[in-house]
């Protein structure tokens, strides 16, 4: 894609509003080009990354391939970019409304864990759901792959309904 993927995305994990998200860019990552790295893990190291762990606490931050950091909001422009998801954060990127989105996220940032406390059941309802909707489209595309593979059978043994190519009918 270009020099900024793949991208290895720094959050909190202990943060159940990061996690939501988090599982929302996991679940839509599906050209591998978003890394996820818990910075609450016990064994979790800030040194490499080149900022400390109260920096990465302040603000969420990610790291290119080059090794240069991303701060901020732009580290959600970058991982929906990742994800195809770029036209719903661009706007947070222009110049009217980036001092804006930028003042919101830090002010959001600073005050997540209550914000996680305050709509604590709320994200857990919605993580739920995401994680059924995945589970059940997962279900819906092996039961689909069920059938076709009893038909592809069937047509393999000669008892299926589908017309042969030579035999088409004209009606």
């Known amino acids: 894609m270009n020099d900024d993927f793949p991208l290895t995305l720094l959050y909190d994990g202990a943060c159940p509003v990061c996690n939501l998200e988090m599982d929302n860019l996991k679940a839509r990552n599906t050209q591998g080009l978003l890394r996820f790295v818990d910075i609450s893990a016990p064994l979790f190291d800030p040194v490499p990354f080149g900022a400390t762990l109260a920096e990465m606490n302040g603000l969420i931050h990610a790291q290119r391939p080059d090794g240069s950091l991303v701060v901020g909001v732009e580290v959600f422009r970058l991982a929906y970019r990742a994800v195809g998801l770029g036209h719903l954060a661009a706007p947070t990127g222009w110049p009217l409304l980036k001092p804006a989105t930028d003042a ?43 059938q076709a593979a009893k038909a592809t059978s069937a047509c393999h043994e000669g008892l299926c309904d589908t017309p042969s190519p030579t035999h088409r009918s004209t009606s």
């Open 104 to 146: 919101a996220y830090a002010l959001l940032a600073r005050h997540r864990y209550s914000v996680s406390a305050t709509l604590g059941p709320l994200i857990e309802r919605l993580r739920s759901a995401r994680a059924a909707r995945r589970k059940g489209n997962t279900a819906s595309m092996e039961a689909a792959a069920q």
